[in-house]
């Protein structure tokens, strides 16, 4: 299957997906004058920031609203959120012998201690490594979609899919502490409480889906002239707010 | 504004293409970012219903009965995920309750139920009230249902559990292993292609009725 770019490379179908070049001006819809729907992929010609799509009603906008601001304010709280997720205790465990406080990497380490190395690996890799991957892909999207950079566009949209993809994993550690909590609550004997250092973790992956879902990867591709054209829109309909 | 018929802008790096058919099991990327545009249905549209019955069955199923119990000197211990819920608000955790209900309870039964009542009129070829808000809601929920990683979560849980403990997995453990497996068939139905379905057949007589 194949689909042609629209409307001049339909002559000349490009025959091997991996020698497209990079830099070959493409027809885009902001060159072409046209707007998709974010929700039901209707291409509209002739519509004006904010219209209404005329199949489903959604708000019409070349590129999703102010997405590099709220992209950093919600990357910059996903960081300063992640510091207390990572020291902070997340699970307690009250037995008979006194009480113990586990970190999400105290747990990590229990676990591999204990000889079960493909569950450390399971914990590590989803608690610790995933958020740390998605707020420095994040963070280089970002910066790099800011300065126009058209460094490796297709790497970048690459690890835009993985970050969308593998950002939900992160969950585990907060699914684990909660089924515990609700299961171990053995008065007396054993009492397993969640701590608040799992209220923060579960608000970095919060906050870093939130990103990642504010971030428009077309960015990526819009050339420095194109992104400036897309700045001075925006400027043009704050003024207007 | 006028709509152009029978393009495709990429998502993911706004190229335009033209759209062609399909042919069965071809999915379509953008050569240039990599992003999926297109993928062809297949007999998905028939299957889709009774999946999503079956899941509805197996989440009430995985809901209603406990996931594991545990046995400690003789003392038991059992929860479900809304006991779960309760406990955690209850110790004044109720962000992260509210979060686990949501991600794991709410998200998953609405987008089954929306779904279910997409569904069905949708065979007799009509648009059920609120079909533009509710197809959006679908797509706005996608990425928060996670009851896949739940899943992983109870396994890490059991086994975290198994060294202080003697753990018995309850029903509701299998229900939530089938309930992933239906939920990933499900849920691999792009709400966008519900726009395609009817729009098709139907639209032309529908704005035939209105005039």
Redo the contacts between chains.
Sequence with gaps: MRLFPFPRRQESPQADDDVFDDDAPVPTAASLGLMACPHCAAVWRDAQQGDACGRCGTHLHPRKPQSLTRTWALLIAACIMYIPANLLPVMITRTLFGAQYDTILSGVIYFWVSGAYGLAAIVFIASFLVPLFKLAVLFLLVVLAQRGSTWRRRERAKLYHIIEVIGRWSMLDVFVVSLLTGLVQIQGFAVITAGVGIAAFGAVVVLTMLASLSFDPKLTWDSPGAQAAGRNFENREEQTA | ????PD???C??????????P??PC??????????E??R?LGSQQQRILPLTVASLIMFAIANLFP??E?E??G?R???TLA??????SA?G?S???L??LA??ILFPLLQLCILAYLLVPLSRQYRPVGF?LL??AM?SLR??G?IE??L???L??I???S???TVVPGPALWAFVALTVTLTAVLSFNP?AF?EMT?RPAGGKEEEASA
């Design positions: 504004m006028k709509e152009v393009t495709v802008v998502p993911g790096c706004d190229a335009v293409y033209s759209r062609t399909l042919e071809d999915v379509a990327r953008c050569p240039r970012c990599g992003t545009l297109d062809h996931i594991v545990i400690l000197r003392l211990s059992q929860t006991g779960a819920v309760v406990v955690l110790e955790m962000p992260v309750a979060l686990v991600t794991t533009a197809v959006r797509q990425p928060w996670m990683v739940f992983l979560g109870v890490v849980a086994v975290k559990l060294s202080m403990a966008g726009w729009f």
